[in-house]
T-cell receptor, first 118, second 113 residues
Framework: DSGVTQTPKHLITATGQRVTLRCSPR?????VYWYQQSLDQGLQFLIQ???????AKGNILERFSAQQFPDLHSELNLSSLELGDSALYFC?????????????????FGQGTRLTVV | DQQVKQNSPSLSVQEGRISILNCDYT??????FLWYKKYPAEGPTFLIS?????DKNEDGRFTVFLNKSAKHLSLHIVPSQPGDSAVYFC????????????FGKGTHLIIQP
């Protein structure tokens, strides 16, 4: 158990809909990351939040957004869903400060949310 | 553009032998590299890491080698055990931390009895 909790585990929805994925980081971790794993792709970094603020952005579509709340849990919102958005969405957390340091921290991953768009 | 490449989608190794998983990268700014292991229906778990100031890091049966001039790293598992069967992801980052890791597509390691 990594200590990172993601809900729901599975989600099936129709094209054009909007869904929200939730992540609770490990206790004490301030950084939350979202990743997407499609069938033929490795893990793609989407976005990172640190202590409530956006810290880094990766290959995140404009239809997707995220936020981190004061209690440090995070939500990933996916809207106007398309068939190609079907994927595993992972959340990870770390105690990284969010600054460019030499802290050799690793990220701990949740079990993921499998999103199927039909 | 894949900045981290794992060119072998799968690798089959006999139990007890050495498993060598390879990873190449193109971004010379990467200075921290990690290997993650992933079982089906689970999230990736951290295995071992290496900073660009080193060329080798060892942890039990796992050793990671980094060749900066070739932009290549490898993970050695000796001896390979059945429980090592999983997908292994190579990841890299800029800035010495885990922020915004760039992952390869993974290599499925199968340990045969």
């Amino acid at each position: 158990d990594s200590g990172v909790t993601q809900t729901p585990k599975h989600l099936i929805t129709a094209t054009g809909q909007r869904v929200t994925l939730r992540c609770s980081p490990r206790s004490g971790d301030l950084s939350v990351y979202w990743y997407q794993q499609s069938l033929d792709q490795g893990l793609q970094f989407l976005i990172q939040y640190y202590n409530g603020e956006e810290r880094a952005k990766g290959n995140i579509l404009e239809r997707f957004s995220a936020q981190q709340f004061p209690d440090l849990h995070s939500e990933l919102n996916l809207s106007s869903l398309e068939l190609g958005d079907s994927a595993l969405y992972f959340c990870a957390s770390s105690d990284g400060t969010g600054q460019m340091t030499n802290l050799n921290t690793e990220a701990f991953f949740g079990q993921g949310t499998r999103l199927t768009v039909v | 553009d894949q900045q981290v490449k794992q060119n072998s989608p799968s690798l089959s190794v006999q139990e007890g032998r050495i498993s060598i998983l390879n990873c190449d990268y193109t971004n010379s700014m990467f200075d921290y590299f990690l290997w993650y292991k992933k079982y089906p229906a689970e999230g990736p778990t951290f295995l071992i890491s290496i900073s660009s100031i080193k060329d080798k890091n060892e942890d039990g049966r796992f050793t990671v080698f980094l060749n900066k001039s070739a932009k290549h790293l490898s993970l050695h598992i000796v001896p390979s055990q059945p429980g090592d069967s999983a997908v292994y992801f190579c990841a890299a980052s800029v800035g010495g931390g885990a922020d915004g890791l760039t992952f390869g597509k993974g290599t499925h390691l199968i340990i045969q009895p």
